[in-house]
């Protein structure tokens, strides 16, 4: 397993040297939040919006007990998320750990995939109690977040709950510089804020 952890980055420092940055689409510093938004250009789609979360939110409160419905859209958004990261379970085998162990009980034998699949589940639903009960989207419930996410397995060395220190790239996307960051962060804190 070592072996193919040091392949594997070997393989990202030549991927990173060979990449070629001129066709990327660079972070937009200074241009977003925009100052004006042109309500009328969005408003059909917004009002769409609004309207089927207004439906949805009443359904979920004519639900004796809205979790039912809740958490296996948690579970599904979880599994196919983590997917991005290369982290690989199943509904299947989120359900089953959930049957067989305690909320906050890790496994030893349990592939750590399904682990950190569970911990993004348990970050949304986290996330969900805390902004229901008041707590506003900013940088400390994002921290928290990624301190929750990387609590165990792959992502529990690099300092959970911090924001970046070092540059990556996605593909033709080049991310914020790791100084840019926690200014971005609170921009858009403060940006959401006023529309709440």
């Known amino acids: ?85 290369g982290t690989i379970s199943t509904m299947d085998e989120i359900m089953q750990y959930e049957a067989d162990y305690a909320a906050d009980e890790y496994a030893e034998h349990v592939r750590t995939d399904i682990i950190e699949t569970l911990l993004y589940q348990r970050t949304l639903k986290n996330v969900q109690q805390a902004m229901k009960g008041g707590y506003p989207l900013s940088a400390s419930l994002l921290k928290t977040m990624h301190q929750q996410l990387l609590s165990y397995g792959r992502g529990a060395t690099k300092s959970p709950g911090q924001f970046k220190t070092e540059q990556n790239y996605l593909v033709r996307y080049v991310q914020p510089q790791n100084f840019v960051c926690a200014d971005c962060t609170r921009k858009i804190s403060r940006w959401l804020a006023a529309f709440v």
């Open 1 to 85: 397993m070592l072996l193919l952890h040091q392949k594997m980055g070997k393989m990202s420092n030549n991927m990173t040297a060979s990449f070629q940055l001129n066709d990327a689409v660079a972070y937009h510093d200074g241009q977003f939040p925009p100052e004006n938004l042109d309500l009328a250009k969005i408003m059909p789609a917004l009002l769409a919006a609004a309207s089927a979360i207004a439906r949805y939110d009443q359904m979920l409160k004519n639900m004796h007990n809205n979790e039912i419905l809740l958490a296996p859209l948690r579970n599904q958004e979880a599994v196919i998320s983590s997917r991005m990261e």
